[in-house]
């Protein structure tokens, strides 16, 4: 019974949003406890807050098997969000923890994030901004998005909903992904090739794949040199796809002409010479934090919870 389920929720962003606190406390459960330091959970604090729960709403918190070992009465994560590398399926399963979820709930908000990062370092619109600000008049200008060869790695959920944001732009579109969608590509009039080309011909790459052991670190000094000295690379995916100090002799060394990065292999990020690159947006993972996504991908968290419960024999 729901009435007797103690639940946790990990993710900062969904314990600071009363309505959705409110509306997970609003289902009877016994014991409702957020994330009320509003930080990222060391792995000890991680398994204090899970040890005595039923279920729990998980953001980016790493869920294996040193976790799951302390946490006797955990039946079932929710997750918050769309990505799953950082959970552990198989320790999971082990432990007899259920995974729920529900892809592409946050699609736009992070596609927005992306087109508009295409568009601020196309545009020069970044630095000459951040050189007002510092007193110097730079009338650089950039160049167009608008009939660019833009290059994406990941044409899952995300991936999709750009292709539907770069549409009124014109663009020469490369695609690449482990998954045969031909008739999609065919259908949008995108061109399907390997990585490889895509880092040698794009304008623009942006990069939307999960994190697996083949993809860690694919974005590397090999592969940044294959790519023009006019090249954008956007990350809105994940920080261990890039290899960070590989990205910045990039950009210092003006291998490429910039970059945007939401996602980082440790967050906060500590290389404080990286994040001040002038021609690198550096974020702090928001992309899928738009006011509309937090409530969409909270929703959806708490209905999956529920779902399960009630489910339950």
Same mark, same amino acid.
């Given at each position: 019974?729901?009435?007797?389920?103690?639940?946790?929720?990990?993710?900062?962003?969904?314990?600071?949003?009363?309505?959705?606190?409110?509306?997970?406390?609003?289902?009877?459960?016994?014991?409702?406890?957020?994330?009320?330091?509003?930080?990222?959970?060391?792995?000890?604090?991680?398994?204090?807050?899970?040890?005595?729960?039923?279920?729990?709403?998980?953001?980016?918190?790493?869920?294996?098997?040193?976790?799951?070992?302390?946490?006797?009465?955990?039946?079932?994560?929710?997750?918050?969000?769309?990505?799953?590398?950082?959970?552990?399926?198989?320790?999971?399963?082990?432990?007899?923890?259920?995974?729920?979820?529900?892809?592409?709930?946050?699609?736009?908000?992070?596609?927005?994030?992306?087109?508009?990062?295409?568009?601020?370092?196309?545009?020069?619109?970044?630095?000459?901004?951040?050189?007002?600000?510092?007193?110097?008049?730079?009338?650089?200008?950039?160049?167009?998005?608008?009939?660019? !060869?833009?290059?994406?790695?990941?044409?899952?959920?995300?991936?999709?909903?750009?292709?539907?944001?770069?549409?009124?732009?014109?663009?020469?579109?490369?695609?690449?992904?482990?998954?045969?969608?031909?008739?999609?590509?065919?259908?949008?009039?995108?061109?399907? !090739?390997?990585?490889?080309?895509?880092?040698?011909?794009?304008?623009?790459?942006?990069?939307?794949?999960?994190?697996?052991?083949?993809?860690?670190?694919?974005?590397?000094?090999?592969?940044?040199?294959?790519?023009?000295?006019?090249?954008?690379?956007?990350?809105?995916?994940?920080?261990?796809?890039?290899?960070?100090?590989?990205?910045?002799?990039?950009?210092?060394?003006?291998?490429?002409?910039?970059?945007?990065?939401?996602?980082?292999?440790?967050?906060?990020?500590?290389?404080?010479?990286?994040?001040?690159?002038?021609?690198?947006?550096?974020?702090?993972?928001?992309?899928?934090?738009?006011?509309?996504?937090?409530?969409?991908?909270?929703?959806?968290?708490?209905?999956?919870?529920?779902?399960?419960?009630?489910?339950?024999?």
């Amino acid at each position: 019974m729901i009435s007797e389920k103690k639940i946790a929720v990990t993710t900062v962003a969904f314990s600071k949003d009363q309505e959705l606190v409110n509306t997970l406390k609003s289902y009877g459960f016994k014991t409702v406890k957020t994330n009320t330091q509003g930080k990222r959970f060391t792995k000890d604090e991680l398994i204090d807050f899970l040890s005595d729960v039923d279920g729990a709403i998980v953001g980016l918190d790493k869920i294996d098997e040193s976790v799951l070992k302390h946490t006797k009465n955990l039946q079932v994560i929710s997750k918050y969000g769309v990505g799953l590398d950082n959970i552990n399926f198989q320790d999971c399963e082990e432990f007899n923890v259920s995974i729920v979820h529900t892809q592409g709930i946050n699609k736009r908000s992070v596609s927005e994030q992306a087109l508009g990062c295409m568009l601020m370092l196309s545009r020069n619109l970044y630095i000459t901004a951040n050189d007002l600000k510092r007193g110097f008049w730079n009338k650089s200008g950039g160049t167009q998005v608008s009939g660019k !060869t833009i290059g994406i790695i990941g044409v899952g959920n995300i991936g999709k909903d750009l292709v539907e944001l770069l549409k009124p732009f014109n663009c020469k579109i490369l695609v690449n992904d482990i998954i045969d969608q031909s008739d999609y590509y065919n259908k949008n009039g995108l061109i399907e !090739t390997t990585k490889e080309e895509i880092f040698k011909n794009a304008d623009i790459i942006s990069i939307h794949t999960p994190l697996t052991e083949e993809l860690k670190g694919f974005i590397n000094k090999k592969t940044l040199s294959m790519m023009k000295p006019t090249t954008i690379l956007i990350n809105t995916a994940r920080g261990g796809l890039v290899v960070q100090d590989d990205l910045k002799w990039a950009l210092k060394n003006k291998i490429i002409a910039g970059a945007a990065i939401d996602a980082y292999e440790v967050e906060p990020p500590t290389d404080q010479e990286f994040i001040e690159i002038p021609n690198l947006i550096a974020t702090p993972h928001i992309g899928g934090n738009a006011k509309e996504a937090v409530k969409a991908m909270g929703i959806t968290a708490i209905e999956n919870l529920v779902n399960y419960f009630q489910k339950e024999k």
